[in-house]
T-cell receptor, first 111, second 113 residues
Framework: QKEVEQDPGPLSVPEGAIVSLNCTYS??????FMWYRQYSRKGPELLMY????GNKEDGRFTAQVDKSSKYISLFIRDSQPSDSATYLC???????????FGTGTRLTIIP | DAGVIQSPRHEVTEMGQEVTLRCKPI?????LFWYRQTMMRGLELLIY????????DSGMPEDRFSAKMPNASFSTLKIQPSEPRDSAVYFC???????????FGPGTRLLVL
């Protein structure tokens, strides 16, 4: 079992819809989580990070962590075609400078 | 700043050949990370440097892989000899403070035939 599991999709939704992207993790020792966005043929770019449980909001994006179920989520409101990309979740081991990534979910927003 | 620069952007080679990937980090960044991305395994850390010193190479798959950082503005990842299973996108990333603030380069797409 991978330490961070992510549904690869692909996921297609109409413009304006709310998107929910999800990951599960197995190692409870590390409580920093990050979301990256990766456009086609580009490097990943940091979108958001969260610590432990709860929500963090940044514009149309909300990151959520549920420690009890070891579940992390990214919600995108009012989705736009420019949100079409692959989204990677990651768990951070601060002390060892190591990110464990999910395999990514490919998202397409249909105009 | 131009961001992290990687070269070549694409590389096609035959099995058994030596492959050298290059990275120029963002000026002033003390950390440099090399990653490999495949469909099956996702994005995996291979090695990282701090102040030009290799700190953790536990992700390097085998002895065929080696990485160097001779100075603060240049790093190489070498595969010798290359094998078809090395086909992947290789990313370099750099950071001031650590992995949580890293900036990725555009990647090198490697295909080993």
């Amino acid at each position: 079992q991978k330490e961070v599991e992510q549904d690869p999709g692909p996921l297609s939704v109409p413009e304006g819809a709310i998107v929910s992207l999800n990951c599960t993790y197995s190692n409870s020792a590390f409580q920093y989580f990050m979301w990256y966005r990766q456009y086609s043929r580009k490097g990943p770019e940091l979108l958001m990070y969260t610590y432990s449980s709860g929500n963090k909001e940044d514009g149309r994006f909300t990151a959520q962590v549920d420690k009890s179920s070891k579940y992390i989520s990214l919600f995108i409101r009012d989705s736009q075609p420019s949100d079409s990309a692959t989204y990677l979740c990651a768990q951070l081991d601060f002390g060892n400078e190591k990110l464990t990534f999910g395999t990514g979910t490919r998202l397409t927003i249909i105009p | 700043d131009a961001g992290v620069i990687q070269s070549p952007r694409h590389e096609v080679t035959e099995m058994g050949q030596e492959v050298t990937l290059r990275c120029k980090p963002i000026s002033g960044h003390d950390y440099l990370f090399w990653y490999r991305q495949t469909m099956m395994r996702g994005l995996e850390l291979l090695i990282y440097f701090n102040n030009n010193v290799p700190i953790d190479d536990s992700g390097m798959p085998e002895d065929r892989f080696s990485a160097k950082m001779p100075n603060a503005s240049f790093s190489t990842l070498k595969i010798q000899p290359s094998e078809p299973r090395d086909s992947a996108v290789y990313f370099c990333a750099s950071s001031w403070t650590g992995v949580e603030t890293q900036y990725f380069g555009p990647g090198t797409r490697l295909l080993v035939l």
